[in-house]
């Protein structure tokens, strides 16, 4: 038997043993209740501010409400742990990152989880560049002034990052090994905490998103030395990229990325239906204004192309990671 929406609604309630509502909702189209989006940065983040905006996008297209959860910590591992905790039905989600995605689980030797197989890809939203910055009013304006500085202080140079085996972690390890250099890294809980360090002077230098880094570096809070990317940014039209400066660093010219995902093992309906509202806010005018002001380059996607685009990133980073022996326990 079919009852009408309220007719249902007042069935699901009177069922002793809940099963008419299962049996009732199950058969509704995705999605028929509220979603849940777990943000793997905390709030004020540039991640968690895009996690907002497709929230907000997608809760229109979807017709229900996308609730955004913060949970940060271990650069997205609790994160993915809550998600792998949830039924693979597509009403809970997260986004994810560069990091998540091909770099963090091989930082660790025992890894917390398998990228090609723990999640099933929505789409990828889009890019943005990293920046490495530095204090002003330190005399810091060139790549050779921070080789100097880092060679010249004990332990080397203090770096902060949004968390161990996130890009601002690998590429200012990575770079420092090919300017001959060492460092000492301090992970923070994202990276508005890593900001206000770095602009109170309590670590030397941080590489960041590069609209937090403008934003900063025209407020003369901070210096930019180097853009992680392969042309030079009309934010940061005077920064040279890495490459420009260091024709070695060639190859860590890669910008990070934030992706939407579900556990694996949900229906393919449900992400067919979760990639078609994303490709429907990719034409949304307020969407894509929203993120270009963040210096977000939006990006046609399949939910096929997040895996792809880990497996390619991975392809990189761990022969890295295992060089540098930057996995621990």
């Known amino acids: 038997m ?30 028929a209740k509220p979603i849940q989006l777990i943000a793997q940065q905390p709030p004020g983040s540039a991640s968690d501010a895009m996690t907002r ?6 809760a229109h297209e979807l017709g229900q409400p996308v609730v955004v959860m913060n949970k940060p910590g271990a650069n997205g591992v609790l994160a993915i742990n809550g998600l792998k905790g949830q039924p693979a039905d597509g009403y809970t989600l997260m986004s994810i990152g560069m990091s998540q995605m091909s770099i963090t689980p091989y930082t660790y030797r025992q890894r917390p989880y398998d990228p090609g197989s723990d999640f099933d890809g929505v789409a990828v939203l889009g890019t943005s560049a ?5 204090p002003a009013g330190e005399g810091l304006t060139r790549l050779a002034d921070l080789q100097k500085l880092a060679k010249a202080t004990a332990g080397g140079l203090n770096f902060g990052s949004p968390g161990k085996g996130s890009p601002a972690h ?9 300017l001959g250099a060492t460092g000492t890294h301090v992970p923070f809980v994202g990276e508005g905490a890593g900001v206000t360090a770095l602009i109170g002077k309590q670590i030397q230098a941080m590489t960041l998103v590069i609209g937090t880094a403008a934003a900063q570096v025209k407020a003369g809070r901070l210096n930019a030395i180097a853009v ?11 920064v040279p990229t890495v490459a420009e400066l260091l024709p070695a660093a060639a190859d860590l010219a890669r910008p990070s990325w934030i992706a939407i995902v579900a556990k694996a093992g949900t229906p393919a309906a449900a992400l067919a239906r979760l990639g078609a509202a994303t490709e429907q806010c990719r034409a949304n005018a307020q969407y894509k204004s ?19 685009w880990a497996a390619r990133d991975a392809a990189v980073w761990r022969p890295l990671i295992d060089r540098l022996g930057l996995a621990s326990e």
């Open 130 to 134: 990293l920046v490495l910055a530095v």
């Open 2 to 31: 079919k009852f009408p929406d309220s007719a249902l609604s007042r069935a699901c309630l009177l069922a002793a043993t809940g099963l008419l509502c299962a049996a009732g909702a199950s058969a509704q189209a995705y999605p």
């Open 53 to 58: 905006i497709w929230a907000d996008c997608a």
């Open 170 to 178: 690998l590429l200012t390890t990575a770079l420092l090994d090919k």
């Open 228 to 238: 992680f990317d392969t042309q030079r940014s009309p934010l940061l039209p005077d």
């Open 290 to 308: 929203r993120l270009e002001a963040m210096s977000v380059v939006l990006t046609p996607s399949t939910p096929a192309d997040v895996r792809a």
